[in-house]
């Protein structure tokens, strides 16, 4: 048996705390908010010490930091798990009380367990999810193929037109903002695509100037993404990075607790 | 006139639909050929590829979903054509669970189809999906099959003969992420600084205003920002290679190029929205005072 420092450490902290907590909470109350949050303190700190701290058993190949990623990454595997439930208990109920809309759960339903089924089928019987040796499509790829990627495209491209209807309607030089807005936003869209060129394409004589001028457009948008926008993102970036940095801060500390889901006086 | 404009302020939004449907559906279908105006990110992230060697590898992360394939598609394609082209080898693994797996093997499929040398395990591998995107890369970063173990195929990685050179991430020479969303910054801010492996981003075209600020601070080498981006990564290769030149003439495939053309036309359509739309609303402003 293993018993490395970081593992054993890792396993009282993440494993037995855990578990005696829960035993604990059920018969004292106050301790359903304190476990959990002795918890959050070491999985915060465990990572930032690994940064610091070069020692093996912290930040290691095997060390507690490495391997705690390892399981964020379990993790993220029970949370997809968690969805399915929820589309399984939300759908079920819209179906079994026929609420507005019902029939769309059944295909929601039907989706899930259809692709799902084809995934664990290529799991089982090996044939895998992706595209076989002679190029012919899985039942899963082929689901992909031709059900979800045409969807999830056809959503999203209607973004397209509902940005040009808005475009048309709302974006009026109303104010000064509006109109240094409207501007920018014109120079970009003329820089970023010869269009110059395109209004040009009928009459050849113009052919140079509308070339030379696109030209000269192309470098006014990158001189605007580069220094103004560039600069503002900065800014922007590192004012979220300090936001998040205290954000974790104050969750390490046990002062932020939404997370915890508890109840008033809990 | 007047009458004209009034009528513009109240036009029923199908129309601007149409219009919008026809710039795009008529330059993919009949292209015009426009030319691509090059810019300095996507340059340095050509030059940063070219300057790698001969059985280099490079990570092509596809951190992106259907939603924005036909911006992201012809990125990753251009990038693994320019990987063929300078023999580089390239890992590929999937971040974005709504879809990227499936775009992953559309996108190899066709690649190793154009290729036909490249040979699976040795040039080339794909690690398929995998949940936890942040954690993923701090994993491999230390492990790549403590994030990975085994191929999409289920293969274990240590009978994978590429794989053998790539015990982490600082083996890899470049990390591409075509990115859709907050995937591509965690490579810029998670892995850079933390591992040392230079990345190139890959945004949509309405992500890449961001990344021009990690771009300005040296923490990405190259961009392509959307399809504009593509686009002019695509006209670098037909420089650089003759073979692209004839096969970017000749495919039926979709490419940038070709979406390029549609973009402008799109463009100039609702630039003269705009300028209509604010033409009606001055002149009613001033109808409204005057009254």
């Known amino acids: 048996m293993n018993l490395e420092f970081g593992r054993v450490t890792l396993v009282i902290l993440f494993a037995l705390i855990p578990i005696v907590g829960i035993f604990l909470g059920m018969r004292a109350p106050a301790l359903r908010s304190r476990i959990p949050i002795f918890i959050g303190l070491f999985a915060g700190l465990i990572p930032i010490l690994s940064m610091y701290i070069p020692k093996r058993f912290l930040s290691g190949e095997t060390g507690m930091s490495p391997r705690l990623d390892q399981w964020l990454i379990i993790l993220a595997g029970f949370a997809l798990l968690l969805g399915i439930v929820n589309v399984l208990q939300n759908s079920m109920r819209k179906i079994s009380r026929r609420e507005s809309g019902w029939p769309f759960s059944i295909v929601l339903l039907l989706g899930l367990f259809v692709t799902g089924g084809f995934g664990i089928y290529g799991a089982l019987s090996g044939h895998g999810i992706g595209i076989a040796a002679d190029g012919t499509p899985t039942p899963f790829q082929y689901m992909t193929n031709w059900f979800f990627q045409p969807l999830q495209s056809t959503i999203f491209s209607l973004l397209a037109f509902f940005m040009a209807s808005a ?100 | 006139m007047a009458d004209i404009f009034e009528r513009l302020l109240h036009l029923d939004r199908r129309w601007i639909f149409l219009f919008v449907l026809l710039s795009v559906v008529a330059p993919i279908l009949v292209p015009i050929g426009l030319p691509v105006d090059m810019t300095a990110p996507t340059r340095l992230a050509f030059d940063f590829i070219e300057s790698l060697k001969e059985g280099d590898v490079v990570l092509i992360s596809f951190d992106y979903g259907p939603s924005s394939a036909p911006e992201n598609d012809p990125m990753v394609e251009a990038i693994m054509r320019h990987c063929a082209l300078k023999k580089l080898r390239f890992v590929v693994c999937v971040l974005y669970p709504l879809g990227g797996l499936g775009l992953a093997n559309n996108v190899v499929a066709k690649i190793t189809r154009e290729f036909p040398d490249l040979r699976y395990g040795v040039d080339y591998v794909n690690l398929g999906f995998k949940d936890g ?159």
């Open chain 1, 167 to 266: 475009a048309f309607r709302a974006f009026r030089a109303r104010n000064t903002e509006a109109t240094i807005l409207l501007i920018a936003a014109g120079l970009i869209m003329m820089g970023r695509v010869p269009v110059l060129e395109l209004l040009a394409l009928p009459i050849p004589a113009l052919h140079p100037a509308a070339a030379s001028a696109s030209q000269g457009l192309g470098k006014l948008t990158e001189w605007i993404m580069k220094t103004p926008n560039g600069a503002a993102q900065s800014g922007i970036i590192i004012g979220a990075a300090l936001g998040a940095a205290s954000m974790a801060i104050r969750v390490i500390l046990g002062i932020e607790r939404g997370y915890l889901g508890l109840g008033k006086g809990e």
């Open chain 2, 133 to 291: 995107a942040s954690a993923v890369m701090r994993r491999m970063g230390d492990d790549i099959a403590g994030a990975f173990p085994t191929d999409v195929n289920g293969k274990p990685l240590s009978q994978i003969p590429i794989m053998k050179d790539v015990h982490d991430l600082r083996q890899v020479k470049l990390v591409f992420t075509a990115a859709t969303g907050i995937i591509g910054e965690w490579w810029i801010t998670q892995v850079h600084p933390q591992v040392g492996t230079p990345v190139i981003i890959g945004p949509t075209a309405v992500g890449a205003p961001k990344y021009y600020a990690f771009l300005n601070s040296g923490q990405i080498v190259g961009m392509l920002g959307g399809m504009k981006g593509a686009a002019e990564f695509e006209k670098l290769l037909r420089d650089r290679y003759p073979r692209m030149e004839t096969f970017y003439k000749t495919t039926r495939a979709f490419t940038a190029t070709k979406g390029n053309d549609a973009q402008t036309v799109l463009h100039a359509v609702i630039l003269l929205f705009l300028l209509l739309g604010n033409i009606a609303f001055f002149r009613h402003r001033r109808a409204s005072a005057r009254a």
